[in-house]
């Protein structure tokens, strides 16, 4: 979410919105694709052990997560914990802060925020232990009340308490857990998230992302020449954000650095006349984009572009779409020389 209120991010969310991200089907692909190629004889297996152990010593161990599948992922139903808007606030206040959480727009956030379950802990307990391996029944820890002590070889490291998280390495991959967590307040209290819904709702959420995106992608008319793997590619660039009523999406005079894709509500264009007042352009809704050719020309923004209602719209930097689609440059650039949606674009002589 890129610079908005966590009260108005709340506020706006209606519905979930849960895609097997691309790492997940790469990281099974390359997991079926190793355990074809490496079929080691019966007779070699005692040879092929000790080598392993002679090579591997001194060396980290590997991490993984668990393999993706799909149907189960398509039955997935997200889990519904009542909370109230206060602690929905808090919650998805802490989980921006979060890399792990850093791709997920504001309803994707508040499904998160809705799975999370109470926790209370005594004074004394470890609620995670150094070394344990870890399963579907681990969790990442937000606290509302109280603090824990992490520790490495029971040896203080760093003290966590309300508003911190932790746990949330645990949800990512199998491996033994590095640290312990142990309550030093006389009660704990925690909402917590389990790794087997934290698996289902960013893989589900990934999946239809993706989609999503790909079919706004793939109903602009410049990008229609593009094949299912190119709209794919750039549909991975894009990130979702979202605009009340009255907000600016573009600023006139700035540099323009994003191309917007409208999935939601309807915007204002407002240019400027010979005096530099301003002047209506036209509207645009579901569908329409805005904003390419300020960074295809490098220029800055010869109009605002207003939210005229809640907007919800998927972006992309003009880095991301340089390097992933710059082939269709001339597609753009040919287009805005066409379509009647330029007309006031060309009618000006923007400033680079």
């Known amino acids: 979410i890129r610079d908005r209120s966590t009260q108005s991010t709340w506020a706006k969310v209606k519905d979930p919105v849960p895609q097997a991200t691309k790492a997940a089907q790469q990281a099974q692909q390359a997991g079926a694709a190793g355990a074809e190629a490496v079929k080691p ?4 297996t005692d040879m092929l052990r000790a080598n392993f152990q002679a090579t591997s010593a001194g060396r980290r161990r590997t991490v993984s997560d668990a ?3 799909a149907d189960t992922e398509a039955s997935y139903r997200p889990k519904v914990v009542p909370k109230s808007e206060a602690e929905m606030e808090a919650l998805i206040r802490t989980l921006q802060k979060l890399t792990l959480f850093s791709h997920l727009d504001d309803r994707e956030l508040a499904a998160v925020a809705k799975a999370m379950e109470e926790g209370s802990y005594r004074q004394g307990e470890d609620i995670i232990r150094e070394g344990e391996t870890n399963g579907d029944n681990d969790m990442m820890y937000v606290i509302t009340e109280g603090s824990v002590q992490q520790m490495k070889n029971n040896n203080p490291t760093q003290s966590f308490g309300k508003g911190q998280c932790f746990g949330e390495q645990e949800l990512l991959y199998t491996a033994p857990r590095q640290y312990t967590y142990s309550v030093t307040t006389p009660t704990l209290e925690t909402w ?4 087997q819904d934290y698996r289902h709702l960013l893989r589900s959420a990934s999946m239809r992302k993706r989609q999503q995106y790909t079919d706004a992608l793939r109903d602009i008319s410049f990008l229609q020449k593009l094949n299912s793997q ?7 660039c894009l990130q979702g954000t979202s605009y009340r009523p009255g907000e600016y999406m573009i600023r006139y005079g700035d540099v323009g650095m994003w191309m917007h894709i409208i999935l939601e509500g309807k915007v204002e264009v407002i240019g400027r006349d010979g005096k530099g007042n301003e002047k209506h352009v036209c509207y645009l809704g579901v569908g329409d984009h805005v904003g390419e050719l300020e960074f295809i020309n490098k220029h800055q923004n010869v109009a605002d572009v207003r939210a005229v209602d809640d907007v919800r719209v998927a972006q992309v930097h003009r880095d991301h779409f340089e390097k992933t689609m710059g082939p269709i440059l ?5 287009n805005a020389n066409t379509n009647a949606k330029y007309e006031y674009y060309r009618s000006i002589k923007p400033d680079k």
């Open 330 to 334: 001339d597609l753009l650039a040919s």
């Open 192 to 195: 917590q998230l389990a790794r």
């Open 67 to 69: 393999p993706f599948d």
């Open 41 to 44: 004889a019966a007779d070699s």
């Open 230 to 236: 190119e709209l794919t590619q750039l549909a991975d």
